[in-house]
T-cell receptor, first 115, second 114 residues
Framework: GAGVSQSPSNKVTEKGKDVELRCDPI?????LYWYRQRLGQGLEFLIY????????KSGLPSDRFSAERTGESVSTLTIQRTQQEDSAVYLC?????????????FGQGTRLTVV | GDSVTQMEGPVTLSEEAFLTINCTYT??????LFWYVQYPGEGLQLLLK?????DKGSNKGFEATYRKETTSFHLEKGSVQVSDSAVYFC?????????????FGQGTTLQVKP
């Protein structure tokens, strides 16, 4: 596709369940980012991948959160034992590379609601 | 660590008013600076950027100048329109450390009334 694709667009889950969110970056983009946006808040950095380098996981809020990316393709963000405070929009973005002024392209996000 | 601070919103203006949204940053290296915009119901998109000191980014009538001495990148527009109503995010990408992390401010909501 032409843009960053995220799925599902909406997810309602029960507290305590695990969820998996998917991001398909733009083809050829080596850098991929995950952010969390709570209602009315800014973008909270979670994790970033650059090619085959070790990911920067410094923004993951707890060990319930993890993410994987195979090469320069799809990434999945997994949240285990979901809590109500995990409710947010999860945004994915990709860039051609993670340097300088290269533009980040965002997906439409996954709206996660934990009930 | 690197960070971005934006003026708090919401900002409410009448059509054709002058807009300034303040943004300051903290970075150990020499970052590239960005403004992203999120229109209602849409995803984030790049509005403008500047990659070195004294550069001016501009797009759709918006401008921002990279001021290293004041570590600022304030967004301005001379005459806002109702269609400019959106959430604006200032962001930086650190070049010197090559971490590639892209850090955003908390966003400023702009509401323009006819």
């Amino acid at each position: 596709g032409a843009g960053v694709s995220q799925s599902p667009s909406n997810k309602v889950t029960e507290k305590g369940k695990d969820v998996e969110l998917r991001c398909d970056p733009i083809s050829g983009h080596t850098a991929l980012y995950w952010y969390r946006q709570r209602l009315g808040q800014g973008l909270e950095f979670l994790i970033y991948f650059q090619g085959n380098s070790a990911p920067d996981k410094s923004g993951l809020p707890s060990d319930r959160f993890s993410a994987e990316r195979t090469g320069e393709s799809v990434s999945t963000l997994t949240i285990q034992r979901t809590q109500q405070e995990d409710s947010a929009v999860y945004l994915c973005a990709s860039r051609t590379h993670a340097r300088g002024g290269t533009e980040a392209f965002f997906g439409q996000g996954t709206r996660l609601t934990v009930v | 660590g690197d960070s971005v601070t934006q003026m708090e919103g919401p900002v409410t203006l009448s059509e054709e008013a002058f807009l300034t949204i303040n943004c300051t940053y903290t970075a150990t290296g020499y970052p590239s600076l960005f403004w992203y915009v999120q229109y209602p119901g849409e995803g984030l998109q790049l509005l403008l950027k500047a990659t070195k000191a004294d550069d001016k980014g501009s797009n759709k009538g918006f401008e921002a100048t990279y001021r290293k001495e004041t570590t600022s990148f304030h967004l301005e527009k001379g005459s806002v329109q109702v269609s400019d109503s959106a959430v604006y995010f200032c962001a930086l990408s650190d070049s010197a450390s090559n971490t590639g992390k892209l850090i955003f401010g908390q966003g400023t909501t702009l509401q323009v009334k006819p």
